[in-house]
């Protein structure tokens, strides 16, 4: 069996256990952190950062987690909301007052959260170098009609998700949506997080390695009538180019153990590891329920809360919320258990608009070693 290096707690040895199986069989280089009371009591790593398994996966390798970026992006939004400087119930246009046109001065800002504002992707054809775009990507969407009548619907906003919460909180404060991560959030937890990834860290990054099928929808989210907009391989996450945008929804760089240093503040009221960045009341209101249904992007029942979902029945606890990444990365937040597990790898799978076992396997490794 493969061996993984880090540090496990003997209670947890099952996610240990539940990695190294998943080394041996799917993954190539992967890492898996699990923080409980907001304290790491999992932080592994093992395999390679390329496909030949030449190169060793380290401590503080990286990689492009694609839409587990989106709970980071979240929880900008949440920090300003709890600081009063952001109110999730105004109209996005009181920020933004370009995006009131066409039939759009009703949409508020937890619609855009909450994936029911009508804008899951751009009329207007796109190219992967208008991703690259701040201003262009974001003047569309503000000058576009919504799909359906915001916040009657939930359809999974791929790669729009980004731009539109990104833009309010650029609008809000000042600053780019990843230069307030890093500095309002990642930079007092020590979180190891970029949204937009600066040069000096390119020789810790595991390329993605794509799935056979070389799937062009972004997130895989998108059913094959409706194709994603703009199409873009995989392997765009590899480029120059993609690592040094913003693209808030899909390419933040990091790997478990920063994903869970940020993530675990939810699970633990506002505050991890002596840094407070909400209220408890703040943390709770991810689970504000803005959609339950059928998706009519992904297809599939879902249940959306502020820039997560969160659980409806399906897991051991109901304060619980979640996301994931195209290709298998995924973020579970348990505020009952106070338990943050996450889950991050270079191998992609594709295995349909939500992912494969892997995660859920990691998971499951770690609820065992909690009741433990």
């Given at each position: 069996?493969?061996?993984?290096?880090?540090?496990?707690?003997?209670?947890?040895?099952p996610v240990r256990e539940a990695?190294?199986?998943?080394?041996?069989?799917?993954?190539?280089?992967?890492?898996?952190?699990?923080?409980?009371?907001?304290?790491?009591?999992?932080?592994?790593?093992?395999?390679?950062?390329?496909?030949?398994?030449?190169?060793?996966?380290?401590?503080?390798?990286?990689?492009?987690?694609?839409?587990?970026?989106?709970?980071?992006?979240?929880?900008?939004?949440?920090?300003?909301?709890?600081?009063?400087?952001?109110?999730?119930?105004?109209?996005?246009?009181?920020?933004?007052?370009?995006?009131?046109?066409?039939?759009?001065?009703?949409?508020?800002?937890?619609?855009?959260?909450?994936?029911?504002?009508?804008?899951?992707?751009?009329?207007?054809?796109?190219?992967?170098?208008?991703?690259?775009?701040?201003?262009?990507?974001?003047?569309?969407?503000?000058?576009?009609?919504?799909?359906?009548?915001?916040?009657?619907?939930?359809?999974?906003?791929?790669?729009?998700?980004?731009?539109?919460?990104?833009?309010?909180?650029?609008?809000v404060t000042g600053r780019t949506?990843?230069?307030?991560?890093?500095?309002?959030?990642?930079?007092?937890?020590?979180?190891?997080?970029?949204?937009?990834?600066?040069?000096?860290?390119?020789?810790?990054?595991?390329?993605?390695?794509?799935?056979?099928?070389?799937?062009?929808?972004?997130?895989?989210?998108?059913?094959?009538?409706?194709?994603?907009?703009?199409?873009?391989?995989?392997?765009?996450?590899?480029?120059?180019?993609?690592?040094?945008?913003?693209?808030?929804?899909?390419?933040?760089?990091?790997?478990?153990?920063?994903?869970?240093?940020?993530?675990?503040?939810?699970?633990?009221?506002?505050?991890?590891?002596?840094?407070?960045?909400?209220?408890?009341?703040?943390?709770?209101?991810?689970?504000?329920?803005?959609?339950?249904?059928?998706?009519?992007?992904?297809?599939?029942?879902?249940?959306?809360?502020?820039?997560?979902?969160?659980?409806?029945?399906?897991?051991?606890?109901?304060?619980?919320?979640?996301?994931?990444?195209?290709?298998?990365?995924?973020?579970?937040?348990?505020?009952?258990?106070?338990?943050?597990?996450?889950?991050?790898?270079?191998?992609?799978?594709?295995?349909?608009?939500?992912?494969?076992?892997?995660?859920?396997?990691?998971?499951?490794?770690?609820?065992?070693?909690?009741?433990?």
């Amino acid at each position: 069996m493969v061996e993984t290096s880090g540090t496990c707690t003997d209670q947890f040895a099952p996610v240990r256990e539940a990695l190294a199986a998943s080394l041996d069989d799917k993954d190539v280089g992967a890492s898996v952190a699990v923080y409980l009371d907001g304290e790491p009591v999992v932080d592994l790593w093992g395999g390679h950062l390329d496909e030949a398994r030449t190169v060793p996966w380290e401590r503080d390798t990286l990689t492009n987690t694609w839409s587990t970026t989106k709970t980071m992006t979240a929880m900008c939004a949440l920090v300003l909301a709890d600081r009063g400087e952001l109110d999730l119930d105004a109209r996005v246009a009181r920020y933004w007052p370009e995006f009131a046109a066409n039939g759009k001065d009703d949409v508020l800002v937890r619609h855009l959260l909450g994936h029911t504002a009508g804008l899951p992707t751009w009329d207007e054809p796109m190219t992967v170098e208008d991703l690259y775009d701040w201003p262009t990507a974001t003047a569309r969407l503000a000058a576009q009609a919504p799909a359906w009548k915001p916040g009657t619907e939930g359809g999974y906003h791929a790669i729009t998700y980004g731009y539109l919460v990104g833009e309010v909180v650029r609008r809000v404060t000042g600053r780019t949506l990843g230069a307030f991560f890093a500095e309002e959030i990642a930079g007092p937890l020590g979180g190891d997080f970029h949204i937009g990834l600066p040069a000096e860290h390119d020789h810790r990054v595991a390329p993605v390695i794509a799935p056979p099928e070389r799937v062009l929808d972004p997130d895989a989210a998108l059913p094959r009538d409706r194709p994603g907009n703009p199409h873009f391989p995989a392997e765009t996450a590899n480029t120059e180019a993609w690592r040094r945008a913003e693209i808030p929804a899909g390419n933040g760089h990091g790997n478990a153990r920063s994903v869970a240093a940020v993530q675990s503040v939810l699970s633990c009221g506002g505050t991890a590891r002596g840094v407070r960045l909400l209220s408890e009341a703040g943390c709770e209101r991810v689970l504000e329920e803005q959609f339950t249904g059928t998706d009519s992007v992904l297809g599939v029942p879902m249940r959306w809360g502020l820039g997560y979902g969160v659980s409806n029945g399906q897991l051991p606890n109901p304060r619980t919320c979640f996301w994931g990444g195209w290709g298998g990365s995924m973020v579970l937040v348990d505020m009952d258990a106070r338990l943050t597990v996450a889950y991050v790898m270079n191998r992609m799978l594709d295995a349909g608009a939500l992912g494969d076992d892997r995660a859920f396997l990691i998971l499951g490794a770690a609820y065992e070693g909690l009741s433990g």
